[in-house]
């Protein structure tokens, strides 16, 4: 296979990476994977390649979009009062509102799919952490205003961790490509 086509499959995964972390899946550590493939294995024949910085940067960005993405979620429920349960099911609720909010969008390529799917996570969070404090006993005003922390928290994490997969996807496409 030509080194063309290669780095147009390598640039489709990497795509394909960074639109899962928008679903709230491990998408910025499919592109550090790619990377690891190009820097461990690389053909001396071929001119597809990613250096030891180029990786340690990637491997610093997905860190710091994980952490990012969790911490803004947590300590968001944590703030307001909200249980362990609330913020484990915020999290849960996230996974599947991505996903439903993926397919509905889907009338609209790309965007449609992101924006709903953004929107999807951040109302499945509000959804799961209201469950979870109401499963406690909590009253509706408190369960409400940890709804409201997960979905913020939610929402801000998420485009943490978009912004720092838009970073590892740049830095292993300007590697591969340049």
Same mark, same amino acid.
């Given at each position: ?90 999290? %849960? ?10 397919? %509905?969008?889907?009338? %609209? ?5 992101? %924006? ?63």
């Amino acid at each position: 296979m030509s080194d063309t086509v290669t780095a147009i499959l390598l640039t489709g995964g990497a795509l394909v990476g960074w639109g899962a972390s928008l679903l709230g899946l491990p998408g910025n550590w499919l592109i550090v994977i790619l990377g690891i493939c190009c820097w461990w294995w690389p053909d001396p024949a071929s001119t597809l390649a990613v250096g030891e910085w180029a990786l340690i940067a990637m491997l610093l960005f997905a860190i710091l979009g994980e952490v990012l993405e969790f911490f803004a979620g947590a300590l968001g429920v944590k703030k307001v009062g909200g249980s362990t349960r609330s913020t484990v099911l915020a999290v %849960v609720g996230s996974v599947v509102g991505g996903l439903a909010g993926f397919f %509905v969008g889907s009338g %609209v390529p790309v965007i449609g799919n992101v %924006v709903a799917s953004l929107a999807g996570s951040a109302l499945g969070a509000w959804i799961g952490s209201i469950a979870g404090e109401r499963s406690l006993g909590q009253p509706w005003e408190h369960s409400l205003q940890v709804g409201g922390a997960a979905f913020w928290g939610r929402l801000f994490g998420t485009l943490a961790k978009a912004f720092c997969g838009t970073c590892v996807a740049a830095i292993f496409l300007a590697a591969l490509w340049f």
